[in-house]
């Protein structure tokens, strides 16, 4: 009789949470937001149900960390680069950006999921406060980079809308079907995307 799957993730370090929501991620990549069924988690985890809901109370919970960790990469990411001058910041930012999301399938599909639902998913509006700090620190370098002369006026919330969505629409048509990238599609990307930003900003 072979082990049961368990063994497979043994040797990790990774809590049992974070192991449901790895695998979580991993289903979702495979199969979208909503053919992420519970069962399948267990089954490919090797445990039961019970353990299950000791850490999330249903599929909503489970798909609510997904959309914290979504949040949370785009803040770390923007920590990254606030104290850079404004257009090397909104750039870099750009391209980190492109780099998770062309690395992170099962995050591309829950955005897209959000983007799709009138109202949005609860997974993402629920986690919405994470991004407080994240809006204040892009405003402020948005303004200064009117004030420098380097941006037309746009509002933040049109900024992250219109980038995200410039970032998903070209990873979608380049390898929605397959989710996976070569280097080359990669950089082709990053190429295409930062060029309708800068579009974007300046207008030339």
Avoid: C, W
């Avoid at 104290?83 to 492109?98: D, F, G």
């Avoid at 994470?130 to 204040?136: A, D, G, N, T």
């Amino acid at each position: 009789m072979p082990p049961p799957k368990r063994n497979k993730y043994l040797s990790s370090s990774l809590s049992t949470r974070d192991l449901i929501i790895d695998v979580a991620e991993q289903l979702v990549a495979l199969h979208g937001v909503e053919g992420l069924k519970l069962k399948d988690i267990t089954k490919e985890i090797g445990i039961q149900l019970p353990s299950l809901y000791a850490h999330f109370a249903g599929r909503g919970a489970v798909l609510l960390e997904i959309g914290k960790r979504i949040f949370e990469g785009i803040v770390a990411d923007f920590d990254q680069i606030e104290n850079l001058p404004p257009k090397e910041a909104l750039r870099e930012h750009t391209r980190l950006m492109v780099k998770r999301y062309t690395t992170n399938r099962a995050h591309v599909l829950v955005l897209l999921a959000d983007f799709a639902a009138p109202r949005g998913i609860d997974a993402l509006n629920d986690s919405e406060n994470i991004l407080y700090p994240y809006y204040e620190k892009l405003t402020a370098v948005l303004e200064r980079g009117r004030e420098e002369g380097l941006f037309k006026k746009v509002e933040t919330q049109e900024f992250i809308a219109n980038r995200l969505g410039i970032i998903l629409v070209n990873i979608a048509f380049a390898s929605l079907k397959t989710g996976v990238f070569t280097e080359e599609q990669a950089a082709r990307l990053e190429v295409n995307v930062l060029a309708q930003i800068d579009f974007m900003l300046s207008g030339d």
